[in-house]
Protein backbone atom coordinates (compact mmCIF):
# COMPACT_ATOMS: atom_id res chain seq x y z
CA UNK A 1 0.00 0.00 0.00
CA UNK A 2 1.59 3.48 -0.42
CA UNK A 3 2.43 5.93 2.22
CA UNK A 4 -0.57 8.36 3.48
CA UNK A 5 0.45 11.82 3.33
CA UNK A 6 1.16 13.65 6.67
CA UNK A 7 -2.00 15.69 6.40
CA UNK A 8 -3.94 12.47 5.68
CA UNK A 9 -2.43 10.99 9.05
CA UNK A 10 -3.10 14.13 10.63
CA UNK A 11 -6.42 13.88 9.54
CA UNK A 12 -7.55 10.20 10.03
CA UNK A 13 -5.57 10.10 13.80
CA UNK A 14 -7.21 13.73 14.94
CA UNK A 15 -10.76 12.63 13.48
CA UNK A 16 -10.16 9.12 15.25
CA UNK A 17 -8.90 10.32 18.48
CA UNK A 18 -11.61 12.93 18.97
CA UNK A 19 -14.27 10.54 18.68
CA UNK A 20 -13.43 8.54 21.04
CA UNK A 21 -12.65 11.61 23.48
CA UNK A 22 -16.00 12.60 22.54
CA UNK A 23 -17.21 9.03 24.01
CA UNK A 24 -16.42 10.36 27.28
CA UNK A 25 -17.88 12.60 29.71
CA UNK A 26 -18.64 15.45 29.64
CA UNK A 27 -19.64 15.18 26.18
CA UNK A 28 -21.15 11.32 26.90
CA UNK A 29 -21.23 10.49 23.33
CA UNK A 30 -20.60 6.89 23.66
CA UNK A 31 -21.89 4.98 20.69
CA UNK A 32 -19.53 7.41 18.76
CA UNK A 33 -16.03 5.21 20.55
CA UNK A 34 -16.36 2.60 17.72
CA UNK A 35 -16.39 4.89 15.07
CA UNK A 36 -13.57 6.15 16.30
CA UNK A 37 -11.46 2.98 16.96
CA UNK A 38 -12.72 1.59 13.60
CA UNK A 39 -11.16 4.66 12.01
CA UNK A 40 -7.86 4.48 13.52
CA UNK A 41 -7.61 0.58 12.91
CA UNK A 42 -8.48 0.86 9.35
CA UNK A 43 -6.12 4.09 8.39
CA UNK A 44 -2.69 1.89 9.71
CA UNK A 45 -4.23 -1.51 8.69
CA UNK A 46 -1.45 -3.47 6.56
CA UNK A 47 0.97 -0.46 6.34
CA UNK A 48 4.29 0.01 7.19
CA UNK A 49 5.35 -0.24 11.22
CA UNK A 50 5.48 3.51 11.14
CA UNK A 51 2.62 4.84 9.77
CA UNK A 52 1.27 2.31 12.38
CA UNK A 53 3.50 4.11 15.33
CA UNK A 54 2.86 7.76 13.64
CA UNK A 55 -0.99 7.46 13.33
CA UNK A 56 -1.36 5.76 16.42
CA UNK A 57 0.20 8.52 18.24
CA UNK A 58 -1.74 10.88 17.01
CA UNK A 59 -4.46 9.27 17.28
CA UNK A 60 -3.44 8.84 21.19
CA UNK A 61 -2.04 12.19 21.82
CA UNK A 62 -5.70 13.89 20.14
CA UNK A 63 -7.35 12.02 22.67
CA UNK A 64 -5.92 12.40 25.43
CA UNK A 65 -5.33 16.33 24.83
CA UNK A 66 -9.20 16.09 25.16
CA UNK A 67 -9.59 13.72 27.90
CA UNK A 68 -7.61 15.10 30.76
CA UNK A 69 -7.76 18.51 29.91
CA UNK A 70 -8.68 19.17 33.33
CA UNK A 71 -5.19 18.88 34.26
CA UNK A 72 -4.86 22.30 33.47
CA UNK A 73 -6.07 23.38 36.77
CA UNK A 74 -2.70 21.97 38.01
CA UNK A 75 -0.76 23.29 35.39
CA UNK A 76 -0.07 23.45 31.54
CA UNK A 77 3.27 21.85 31.97
CA UNK A 78 1.63 19.06 33.99
CA UNK A 79 -1.28 19.05 31.46
CA UNK A 80 0.99 18.46 28.68
CA UNK A 81 3.64 16.10 30.24
CA UNK A 82 1.35 13.85 31.47
CA UNK A 83 -0.51 13.80 28.09
CA UNK A 84 2.82 12.52 26.51
CA UNK A 85 3.27 9.89 29.01
CA UNK A 86 0.58 8.57 28.17
CA UNK A 87 0.31 9.31 24.34
CA UNK A 88 4.06 7.31 24.42
CA UNK A 89 2.94 4.35 26.62
CA UNK A 90 -0.71 3.89 24.53
CA UNK A 91 1.42 3.91 21.47
CA UNK A 92 3.17 0.81 22.08
CA UNK A 93 0.19 -1.46 21.52
CA UNK A 94 0.69 -0.51 17.71
CA UNK A 95 4.20 -2.34 17.66
CA UNK A 96 1.81 -5.61 18.97
CA UNK A 97 -0.73 -4.79 16.00
CA UNK A 98 1.67 -4.70 13.37
CA UNK A 99 2.79 -8.07 14.27
CA UNK A 100 -1.05 -9.55 13.89
CA UNK A 101 -1.33 -6.81 10.51
CA UNK A 102 -1.57 -10.32 7.79
CA UNK A 103 -3.80 -12.11 10.24
CA UNK A 104 -7.31 -13.19 9.09
CA UNK A 105 -8.73 -12.34 12.13
CA UNK A 106 -6.48 -9.13 12.75
CA UNK A 107 -8.87 -6.35 13.82
CA UNK A 108 -9.96 -8.76 16.60
CA UNK A 109 -6.23 -9.32 17.63
CA UNK A 110 -6.23 -5.45 17.60
CA UNK A 111 -9.24 -5.51 19.74
CA UNK A 112 -7.05 -8.42 22.51
CA UNK A 113 -4.04 -5.72 22.06
CA UNK A 114 -5.56 -2.36 23.35
CA UNK A 115 -7.48 -4.53 26.22
CA UNK A 116 -3.51 -5.28 27.31
CA UNK A 117 -2.84 -2.13 27.48
CA UNK A 118 -5.89 -1.14 29.10
CA UNK A 119 -5.52 -3.94 31.83
CA UNK A 120 -2.05 -3.06 32.23
CA UNK A 121 -2.21 0.78 32.72
CA UNK A 122 -4.07 0.03 36.19
CA UNK A 123 -0.47 -0.51 37.49
CA UNK A 124 1.74 1.63 35.34
CA UNK A 125 2.91 4.61 35.45
CA UNK A 126 3.70 5.57 39.16
CA UNK A 127 0.74 2.87 40.35
CA UNK A 128 -1.36 3.33 37.59
CA UNK A 129 -3.83 6.03 35.70
CA UNK A 130 -6.47 3.98 34.23
CA UNK A 131 -8.61 7.25 33.65
CA UNK A 132 -8.73 6.78 30.03
CA UNK A 133 -10.47 3.04 30.48
CA UNK A 134 -12.67 2.92 27.20
CA UNK A 135 -15.42 1.22 30.18
CA UNK A 136 -15.34 4.72 32.20
CA UNK A 137 -17.70 6.10 29.38
CA UNK A 138 -20.37 3.45 29.58
CA UNK A 139 -22.42 4.16 32.74
CA UNK A 140 -25.64 4.69 30.04
CA UNK A 141 -24.21 2.57 27.17
CA UNK A 142 -26.30 -0.31 25.57
CA UNK A 143 -23.25 -2.31 27.20
CA UNK A 144 -23.63 -1.33 30.16
CA UNK A 145 -26.01 -4.43 31.11
CA UNK A 146 -23.24 -6.42 31.07
CA UNK A 147 -21.24 -4.46 33.99
CA UNK A 148 -22.44 -6.75 36.73
CA UNK A 149 -20.86 -9.75 34.41
CA UNK A 150 -17.65 -9.07 33.23
CA UNK A 151 -16.70 -5.60 34.99
CA UNK A 152 -14.77 -3.20 33.10
CA UNK A 153 -12.62 -5.46 31.16
CA UNK A 154 -15.69 -7.13 29.66
CA UNK A 155 -16.94 -4.00 28.33
CA UNK A 156 -13.66 -2.59 27.11
CA UNK A 157 -13.69 -5.77 25.21
CA UNK A 158 -17.15 -5.17 23.90
CA UNK A 159 -16.33 -1.67 22.66
CA UNK A 160 -13.39 -3.25 20.67
CA UNK A 161 -15.03 -5.73 19.30
CA UNK A 162 -18.06 -3.67 18.07
CA UNK A 163 -15.76 -1.66 16.82
CA UNK A 164 -14.06 -4.80 14.68
CA UNK A 165 -17.56 -5.81 13.71
CA UNK A 166 -18.05 -2.35 11.96
CA UNK A 167 -14.72 -2.45 10.09
CA UNK A 168 -15.66 -6.02 8.80
CA UNK A 169 -19.46 -5.26 7.67
CA UNK A 170 -17.97 -2.25 5.89
CA UNK A 171 -15.24 -4.55 4.15
CA UNK A 172 -18.43 -7.30 3.09
CA UNK A 173 -20.03 -3.90 1.55
CA UNK A 174 -17.44 -2.63 -0.13
CA UNK A 175 -17.21 -6.33 -1.54
CA UNK A 176 -20.87 -6.53 -2.24
CA UNK A 177 -20.21 -9.90 -0.40
CA UNK A 178 -24.25 -9.72 1.09
CA UNK A 179 -24.01 -13.40 2.50
CA UNK A 180 -21.83 -12.14 4.90
CA UNK A 181 -22.95 -9.15 5.75
CA UNK A 182 -26.18 -10.92 6.74
CA UNK A 183 -24.50 -13.91 8.39
CA UNK A 184 -22.34 -11.43 10.11
CA UNK A 185 -25.41 -9.02 11.51
CA UNK A 186 -27.94 -11.72 12.39
CA UNK A 187 -25.88 -12.85 15.56
CA UNK A 188 -25.39 -8.93 16.33
CA UNK A 189 -29.07 -8.29 15.92
CA UNK A 190 -29.98 -10.98 18.38
CA UNK A 191 -27.36 -10.20 20.86
CA UNK A 192 -29.00 -6.69 21.35
CA UNK A 193 -32.92 -8.10 21.41
CA UNK A 194 -31.42 -10.16 23.92
CA UNK A 195 -29.62 -7.98 26.24
CA UNK A 196 -32.40 -5.39 26.55
CA UNK A 197 -35.07 -8.26 27.02
CA UNK A 198 -33.74 -11.10 28.98
CA UNK A 199 -30.53 -9.55 30.61
CA UNK A 200 -31.13 -9.20 33.97
CA UNK A 201 -30.16 -6.03 36.30
CA UNK A 202 -28.48 -6.60 39.39
CA UNK A 203 -30.70 -8.37 42.39
CA UNK A 204 -31.64 -6.39 45.59
CA UNK A 205 -31.05 -8.78 48.39
CA UNK A 206 -32.67 -6.65 51.07
CA UNK A 207 -35.60 -4.85 51.84
CA UNK A 208 -34.08 -2.98 55.19
CA UNK A 209 -32.70 0.69 54.31
CA UNK A 210 -30.47 2.71 56.37
CA UNK A 211 -30.93 6.68 56.05
CA UNK A 212 -26.84 8.61 55.46
CA UNK A 213 -26.91 12.26 55.71
CA UNK A 214 -24.23 13.99 52.55
CA UNK A 215 -22.88 16.94 53.97
CA UNK A 216 -21.73 19.36 50.79
CA UNK A 217 -20.35 22.18 52.68
CA UNK A 218 -18.58 23.63 50.19
CA UNK A 219 -15.33 25.50 49.71
CA UNK A 220 -14.05 29.59 49.86
CA UNK A 221 -12.44 29.47 46.39
CA UNK A 222 -11.56 26.41 44.03
CA UNK A 223 -8.15 25.78 42.27
CA UNK A 224 -5.38 24.32 44.07
CA UNK A 225 -5.67 27.05 47.08
CA UNK A 226 -9.39 25.69 48.18
CA UNK A 227 -8.01 24.99 51.85
CA UNK A 228 -5.27 28.35 51.69
CA UNK A 229 -7.78 29.98 54.33
CA UNK A 230 -7.11 28.20 57.77
CA UNK A 231 -10.22 26.22 58.82
CA UNK A 232 -12.48 27.87 56.41
CA UNK A 233 -13.47 24.66 55.03
CA UNK A 234 -13.96 22.73 57.91
CA UNK A 235 -16.18 25.97 59.72
CA UNK A 236 -18.47 25.86 56.14
CA UNK A 237 -18.88 22.34 56.64
CA UNK A 238 -19.45 22.50 60.69
CA UNK A 239 -21.62 25.44 59.68
CA UNK A 240 -24.09 23.66 56.58
CA UNK A 241 -24.16 20.74 59.30
CA UNK A 242 -25.23 22.60 62.39
CA UNK A 243 -28.30 24.30 60.03
CA UNK A 244 -29.45 20.85 58.95
CA UNK A 245 -29.41 18.81 61.88
CA UNK A 246 -31.56 21.97 63.17
CA UNK A 247 -34.20 21.89 60.55
CA UNK A 248 -34.48 17.92 61.15
CA UNK A 249 -36.88 16.41 63.71
CA UNK A 250 -35.90 13.85 66.45
CA UNK A 251 -36.79 11.12 64.80
CA UNK A 252 -35.02 12.35 61.36
CA UNK A 253 -31.65 12.51 63.89
CA UNK A 254 -32.20 9.35 65.61
CA UNK A 255 -32.58 6.98 62.04
CA UNK A 256 -28.96 8.51 60.85
CA UNK A 257 -26.29 5.75 60.64
CA UNK A 258 -24.18 8.63 60.05
CA UNK A 259 -23.43 11.61 58.93
CA UNK A 260 -20.80 11.63 55.62
CA UNK A 261 -18.60 14.81 55.54
CA UNK A 262 -16.51 14.61 52.22
CA UNK A 263 -12.40 14.02 51.80
CA UNK A 264 -10.60 17.47 52.77
CA UNK A 265 -13.54 18.63 54.45
CA UNK A 266 -10.72 19.68 57.75
CA UNK A 267 -8.68 21.37 56.78
CA UNK A 268 -6.55 20.78 59.44
CA UNK A 269 -5.12 17.62 61.61
CA UNK A 270 -7.67 17.51 64.12
CA UNK A 271 -5.51 15.89 66.22
CA UNK A 272 -3.34 18.83 66.52
CA UNK A 273 -6.04 21.73 66.62
CA UNK A 274 -8.51 21.04 69.87
CA UNK A 275 -10.41 23.88 68.63
CA UNK A 276 -11.75 21.49 65.55
CA UNK A 277 -11.52 18.09 67.75
CA UNK A 278 -13.92 19.71 70.24
CA UNK A 279 -16.27 21.87 67.82
CA UNK A 280 -16.85 18.15 66.18
CA UNK A 281 -16.81 16.33 69.40
CA UNK A 282 -19.64 18.95 70.71
CA UNK A 283 -21.68 18.91 67.62
CA UNK A 284 -21.76 15.24 67.63
CA UNK A 285 -22.63 14.93 71.53
CA UNK A 286 -25.72 17.70 70.47
CA UNK A 287 -27.23 15.27 68.48
CA UNK A 288 -25.69 12.30 68.95
CA UNK A 289 -24.83 11.00 65.66
CA UNK A 290 -22.20 9.12 64.48
CA UNK A 291 -20.14 11.88 62.23
CA UNK A 292 -17.42 10.54 59.52
CA UNK A 293 -15.46 13.22 57.87
CA UNK A 294 -12.37 13.65 55.70
CA UNK A 295 -8.72 15.14 57.02
CA UNK A 296 -4.97 15.22 56.11
CA UNK A 297 -3.43 13.66 59.68
CA UNK A 298 0.55 14.41 59.81
CA UNK A 299 2.90 12.52 62.12
CA UNK A 300 6.31 14.09 61.60
CA UNK A 301 6.67 13.57 58.08
CA UNK A 302 4.03 10.94 57.67
CA UNK A 303 1.02 12.31 55.89
CA UNK A 304 -1.90 10.44 55.59
CA UNK A 305 -5.65 11.09 53.88
CA UNK A 306 -8.16 9.51 55.68
CA UNK A 307 -11.58 9.31 57.06
CA UNK A 308 -11.99 9.86 61.04
CA UNK A 309 -15.27 8.47 63.27
CA UNK A 310 -16.53 10.99 65.50
CA UNK A 311 -19.69 9.81 68.25
CA UNK A 312 -21.27 10.63 71.17
CA UNK A 313 -18.91 9.55 74.01
CA UNK A 314 -16.31 7.86 72.17
CA UNK A 315 -12.72 9.67 71.51
CA UNK A 316 -12.59 10.14 67.92
CA UNK A 317 -10.60 7.50 65.95
CA UNK A 318 -9.24 7.06 62.54
CA UNK A 319 -10.67 4.44 60.10
CA UNK A 320 -9.41 4.49 56.77
CA UNK A 321 -6.49 6.06 55.05
CA UNK A 322 -6.20 5.94 51.53
CA UNK A 323 -4.69 3.35 49.47
CA UNK A 324 -4.53 4.10 46.13
CA UNK A 325 -2.26 7.74 46.11
CA UNK A 326 -2.42 10.21 43.20
CA UNK A 327 0.70 10.75 41.67
CA UNK A 328 1.22 14.31 40.99
CA UNK A 329 -1.41 15.75 43.79
CA UNK A 330 -0.36 13.33 46.67
CA UNK A 331 3.42 12.37 46.20
CA UNK A 332 5.62 13.41 43.42
CA UNK A 333 7.57 10.66 41.57
CA UNK A 334 10.92 11.65 41.24
CA UNK A 335 10.66 14.95 43.40
CA UNK A 336 13.75 16.30 42.90
CA UNK A 337 13.80 16.52 39.25
CA UNK A 338 10.26 17.34 38.90
CA UNK A 339 10.07 20.31 41.02
CA UNK A 340 12.73 22.11 38.60
CA UNK A 341 9.85 22.29 35.91
CA UNK A 342 7.30 23.20 37.49
CA UNK A 343 6.92 25.55 40.43
CA UNK A 344 3.12 24.77 41.31
CA UNK A 345 4.42 21.09 42.89
CA UNK A 346 6.15 23.07 45.31
CA UNK A 347 2.69 23.11 47.22
CA UNK A 348 2.91 19.45 47.73
CA UNK A 349 5.50 19.95 50.61
CA UNK A 350 5.53 16.34 51.55
CA UNK A 351 4.61 12.91 50.02
CA UNK A 352 1.47 11.21 51.60
CA UNK A 353 1.78 7.47 52.87
CA UNK A 354 -0.64 4.96 51.50
CA UNK A 355 -2.80 3.13 53.99
CA UNK A 356 -2.55 -0.84 53.81
CA UNK A 357 -5.46 -2.61 54.85
CA UNK A 358 -8.76 -2.89 53.37
CA UNK A 359 -10.77 -1.42 55.86
CA UNK A 360 -14.98 -2.12 55.98
CA UNK A 361 -16.77 -0.34 58.40
CA UNK A 362 -18.99 -1.13 60.66
CA UNK A 363 -21.86 0.70 62.14
CA UNK A 364 -24.39 -0.86 63.84
CA UNK A 365 -24.11 -4.37 62.01
CA UNK A 366 -24.36 -2.27 58.69
CA UNK A 367 -20.91 -3.26 56.82
CA UNK A 368 -19.73 -0.69 53.95
CA UNK A 369 -16.46 0.11 52.50
CA UNK A 370 -15.06 3.75 52.07
CA UNK A 371 -13.13 5.33 48.50
CA UNK A 372 -11.53 8.38 48.68
CA UNK A 373 -11.64 10.78 45.29
CA UNK A 374 -9.67 8.68 42.89
CA UNK A 375 -9.72 5.56 44.54
CA UNK A 376 -12.65 4.79 42.89
CA UNK A 377 -10.99 4.81 39.35
CA UNK A 378 -9.74 0.98 40.48
CA UNK A 379 -11.05 -2.19 40.46
CA UNK A 380 -9.29 -4.49 42.48
CA UNK A 381 -9.71 -3.03 46.03
CA UNK A 382 -13.17 -2.56 46.25
CA UNK A 383 -14.14 -5.88 44.76
CA UNK A 384 -12.03 -7.64 47.58
CA UNK A 385 -14.01 -5.28 50.23
CA UNK A 386 -17.61 -6.33 48.93
CA UNK A 387 -16.59 -9.98 48.72
CA UNK A 388 -15.67 -9.78 52.37
CA UNK A 389 -19.10 -8.23 53.26
CA UNK A 390 -19.66 -4.86 52.25
CA UNK A 391 -23.20 -3.62 51.18
CA UNK A 392 -22.67 -0.63 49.79
CA UNK A 393 -19.73 1.83 48.86
CA UNK A 394 -19.31 5.41 50.53
CA UNK A 395 -17.19 8.01 48.58
CA UNK A 396 -15.88 11.08 50.22
CA UNK A 397 -13.68 13.10 47.60
CA UNK A 398 -12.98 16.91 47.33
CA UNK A 399 -13.18 18.16 43.81
CA UNK A 400 -12.19 21.41 44.70
CA UNK A 401 -9.18 21.56 42.34
CA UNK A 402 -11.10 20.63 39.76
CA UNK A 403 -14.49 22.92 39.69
CA UNK A 404 -16.35 23.09 36.89
CA UNK A 405 -13.71 20.95 34.66
CA UNK A 406 -14.54 17.76 33.12
CA UNK A 407 -12.64 15.89 35.61
CA UNK A 408 -15.94 16.44 38.09
CA UNK A 409 -18.57 14.45 35.57
CA UNK A 410 -15.37 11.91 34.53
CA UNK A 411 -15.39 11.00 38.25
CA UNK A 412 -19.06 10.71 38.95
CA UNK A 413 -19.57 8.54 35.84
CA UNK A 414 -16.69 6.22 37.13
CA UNK A 415 -18.83 6.03 40.39
CA UNK A 416 -21.82 5.47 38.47
CA UNK A 417 -20.01 2.05 36.94
CA UNK A 418 -19.10 0.62 39.97
CA UNK A 419 -22.95 0.99 41.53
CA UNK A 420 -23.29 -1.47 38.49
CA UNK A 421 -20.34 -3.10 38.83
CA UNK A 422 -20.59 -4.72 41.85
CA UNK A 423 -24.42 -4.36 42.45
CA UNK A 424 -23.85 -1.52 45.65
CA UNK A 425 -25.44 1.56 45.65
CA UNK A 426 -22.77 4.09 46.15
CA UNK A 427 -23.25 7.47 48.02
CA UNK A 428 -20.50 10.53 47.01
CA UNK A 429 -20.21 13.37 49.79
CA UNK A 430 -18.21 15.78 48.10
CA UNK A 431 -16.70 19.44 49.16
CA UNK A 432 -18.14 21.51 46.05
CA UNK A 433 -20.30 18.45 44.32
CA UNK A 434 -21.14 16.31 42.94
CA UNK A 435 -22.43 14.68 46.24
CA UNK A 436 -24.84 11.79 44.89
CA UNK A 437 -26.73 8.99 45.78
CA UNK A 438 -26.80 6.50 43.03
CA UNK A 439 -28.71 3.24 43.02
CA UNK A 440 -27.20 -0.29 42.23
CA UNK A 441 -27.76 0.11 38.61
CA UNK A 442 -25.91 3.09 38.20
CA UNK A 443 -29.32 5.43 38.09
CA UNK A 444 -29.09 8.73 39.89
CA UNK A 445 -31.75 9.18 42.72
CA UNK A 446 -30.25 13.16 43.99
CA UNK A 447 -27.07 14.57 42.95
CA UNK A 448 -26.31 18.00 44.22
CA UNK A 449 -25.24 21.30 42.03
CA UNK A 450 -21.62 22.26 42.27
CA UNK A 451 -20.36 25.16 44.47
CA UNK A 452 -23.37 25.27 46.26
CA UNK A 453 -23.67 24.29 50.04
CA UNK A 454 -26.39 21.73 50.44
CA UNK A 455 -27.03 18.53 52.44
CA UNK A 456 -29.54 15.63 51.93
CA UNK A 457 -30.71 12.38 53.66
CA UNK A 458 -30.45 9.24 51.76
CA UNK A 459 -32.11 6.26 51.86
CA UNK A 460 -29.66 3.46 51.34
CA UNK A 461 -30.78 -0.49 50.69
CA UNK A 462 -27.77 -2.46 51.50
CA UNK A 463 -27.06 -5.41 49.47
CA UNK A 464 -25.01 -8.26 49.44
CA UNK A 465 -25.82 -10.41 46.26
CA UNK A 466 -22.35 -10.78 44.69
CA UNK A 467 -22.18 -9.87 40.92
CA UNK A 468 -20.41 -12.52 38.60
CA UNK A 469 -18.43 -9.09 37.92
CA UNK A 470 -17.56 -9.21 42.07
CA UNK A 471 -17.28 -12.75 42.35
CA UNK A 472 -14.62 -13.14 39.79
CA UNK A 473 -12.98 -10.78 39.60
CA UNK A 474 -9.74 -11.64 39.19
CA UNK A 475 -10.05 -14.30 36.41
CA UNK A 476 -11.46 -10.89 34.49
CA UNK A 477 -8.54 -8.88 35.13
CA UNK A 478 -6.03 -12.42 34.11
CA UNK A 479 -7.94 -12.13 31.09
CA UNK A 480 -7.58 -8.93 30.03
CA UNK A 481 -3.85 -9.10 30.81
CA UNK A 482 -3.50 -12.31 29.35
CA UNK A 483 -6.02 -12.29 26.41
CA UNK A 484 -2.91 -11.50 23.42
CA UNK A 485 -1.25 -14.41 23.93
CA UNK A 486 -3.97 -16.13 21.81
CA UNK A 487 -2.98 -14.25 18.90
CA UNK A 488 0.86 -14.29 19.90
CA UNK A 489 0.84 -17.97 20.10
CA UNK A 490 -0.95 -18.90 17.10
CA UNK A 491 1.07 -16.67 14.96
CA UNK A 492 4.08 -18.13 16.28
CA UNK A 493 2.57 -20.94 15.34
CA UNK A 494 2.27 -19.82 12.44
CA UNK A 495 5.58 -18.76 11.68
CA UNK A 496 7.01 -22.17 12.40
CA UNK A 497 4.94 -23.80 10.39
CA UNK A 498 5.94 -21.42 6.93
CA UNK A 499 9.39 -21.96 8.27
CA UNK A 500 8.99 -25.63 8.11
CA UNK A 501 7.51 -25.55 4.75
CA UNK A 502 10.24 -23.04 3.37
CA UNK A 503 13.23 -25.77 4.20
CA UNK A 504 11.60 -28.67 3.50
Not at 138 to 155: E, H, M, T
Not at 398 to 424: H, L
Request: hydrophobic share 45%.
Amino acid sequence: MSNLQLQTKLILGSLSGTLVALGFEPFGYWYLMPFGIAIWWSSVHQRKLSEYISISFIFFIIFWLIHINWIIAVGFDAYIGLTIIMTVLYTIVSFFMFLFKDSKFAFIWYAFSYLVFDSVLEFLPFGGFPWGKLSYSSADAFWSKYLPFGGNILVDLLILLTASFIIYVFQFILKKKYIKIIILISPAIILVITTYIYLPETIESSINTIDVAIIQGNVPRSGLNFNAQKEAVFNYHLNETEKFLSSLNKQQITKLTYVAWPENSIDVDPYKNNNVDQSIQKLVDKYQIKLIAGAVLNDGNNYRNSLIIWQNGVDSKEIYSKQKLVPFGEYLPYRKLISKFNSKFSLISADFSPGDVNTIIDINGVKFTPLICFEVVWSDNLNKAVIDGATFISVHTNNATYAFTSQVAQQFEISRIRAKETGREVLVSATTGLSAHIDINGKILWQSDEFVSVSKIVNIKPNSTITYSTKYHEIWQYLGLFLILIPITLEAFKRIRLRYKSEN
